[in-house]
C-alpha cells in the first residue's frame, strides 16, 4: 500500500523566514512520481513540482526548492525568504504510472507579516 | 485554457435527496479524475476515467455513489440518498494518458462543496 506522512500539521512563520514542510512517503513500487501541491483558500489545488524515483536531483524554482531523498523516502519542501501569499495549506502526493494520486494531510503554513 | 471548471461550487441538499455535480476537464485532457476531501484532510481518490472508459474506482465510492463521462469530455458524479457523512469537497482533476515528453500532472478545478443537513 502506498502512503504519505506529513508529520507537520501547522507552521507559522513570520514573513522573509525560510520554512521546510516534511514529507516521507511508503510504497513498494520501484517507479513512482512525487508531487507537491498547494491549496489556497480558493480551493483549488495548485500544482507544484513532480519528480519521478529515478531522479534524486534537487531542483530550485525561485524561492522554492525540493530535496528528493529516496534513503530516507522523503522528499522535503522549502520556501526561503517567505512571504504572506505563501500561505495555504501544502500537500506532498504520490502516484504509480501517473494515475492515482495518494495524498498526505497536508501542512498548513501561516506566514504573517 | 480555460482550465478545470465544477459546477456549481457549493451545494447544500437535505439528507436523502439525490445531488448531481459536473467537471469539465481541460480540452485535450484525456483522463479526469474525482477526488473527496474531508476538513483536515488530504483528497481521497473516488474514480478515474480515460476517455470514456471508467478504469478504477475507489471503496470509498459506495452503491450510492456513480460517475459518468459520457463522450469523453465533461463528466458528473452523482450521490443518491445523500447523507450527513457525505458532506465534503469533491474535486476534479485532469491529465494527459502518460506518453514520451508529455507532461501528465492532474489540474484540479475549484471544487464543490457539499453540505448534507
Known amino acids: 500500500a502506498q502512503k504519505v506522512t506529513q508529520a507537520q500539521t501547522e507552521i507559522s512563520v513570520v514573513e522573509k523566514e525560510d520554512v521546510t514542510l516534511d514529507c516521507v512517503y511508503e510504497t513498494r513500487d520501484t517507479t513512482y512520481y512525487l508531487f507537491w501541491y498547494k491549496q489556497p483558500p480558493s480551493g483549488e489545488l495548485v500544482f507544484l513540482i513532480r519528480r519521478n524515483s529515478f531522479d534524486e536531483q534537487n531542483e530550485i524554482s525561485g524561492r522554492y526548492s525540493w530535496n528528493f531523498q529516496k534513503s530516507t523516502s522523503s522528499f522535503n519542501f522549502t520556501i526561503t525568504a517567505s512571504q504572506v501569499v505563501d500561505s495555504a495549506v501544502y500537500f506532498c502526493?504520490?502516484?504509480?504510472?501517473?494515475?492515482?494520486?495518494?495524498f498526505g494531510t497536508g501542512t498548513r503554513l501561516l506566514v504573517s507579516p | 485554457d480555460t482550465g478545470v471548471s465544477q459546477d456549481p461550487r457549493h451545494k447544500i441538499t437535505k439528507r436523502g435527496q439525490n445531488v448531481t455535480f459536473r467537471c469539465d476537464p481541460i480540452s485535450e485532457h484525456n483522463r479526469l479524475y474525482w477526488y473527496r476531501q474531508t476538513l483536515g484532510q488530504g483528497p481521497e481518490f473516488l474514480t478515474y476515467f480515460q476517455n470514456e472508459a471508467q478504469l478504477e474506482k475507489s471503496r470509498l465510492l459506495s452503491d450510492r455513489f456513480s460517475a459518468e463521462r459520457p463522450k469523453g469530455s465533461f463528466s458528473t458524479l452523482e450521490i443518491q440518498r445523500t447523507e450527513q457523512g457525505d458532506s465534503a469537497m469533491y474535486l476534479c482533476a485532469s491529465s494527459l494518458a502518460p506518453s514520451t515528453g508529455t507532461n501528465t500532472e492532474a489540474f484540479f478545478g475549484q471544487g464543490t462543496r457539499l453540505t448534507v443537513v
Open positions: 502526493a504520490l502516484s504509480s504510472g501517473f494515475q492515482k494520486l495518494v
